[in-house]
């Protein structure tokens, strides 16, 4: 099971082209979560946060294999998929993004197994 939380920080003056894509995700939640199936991906919960001036959305993933997600992401040919990647590529700075790996996860994960 991996668990990561992404902080990324948006590109100065791109912060409405992320709030749209948000919102596009949320338009898209039945078709997202579908997606998040096949990537065997448990959840993407995203946080925003404006820190001194700059807008950062916060992505908390839980999935079985992230190497794998990403890769089945990137691959899918899925235009939900796509249309993600093309708001990321407009509105991240890449350079911004900082992976926080968890000290200490509580829970029964067992529910997240699939049988």
């Known amino acids: 099971m991996d668990i990561v939380l992404w902080r990324v920080k948006i590109k100065s003056g791109k912060e409405d082209l992320a709030r749209e894509w948000l919102e596009f995700l949320k338009e898209n939640k039945e078709a997202g979560n ?7 991906e448990h959840l993407e919960i995203y946080f925003t946060s404006v820190e001194n001036g700059s807008m950062y959305v916060y992505l908390f993933v839980l999935a079985d294999d992230l190497e794998y997600a990403s890769k089945v992401a990137q691959s899918s040919g899925n235009p939900l998929d796509a249309k993600h990647f093309e708001y990321m590529t407009a509105c991240v700075d890449t350079e911004g993004c900082v ?17």
């Open 34 to 40: 579908e997606t998040l199936k096949n990537e065997k």
């Open 99 to 115: 992976r926080i790996d968890p000290a200490l996860a509580l829970g029964d994960f067992s529910v997240f197994q699939q049988n």
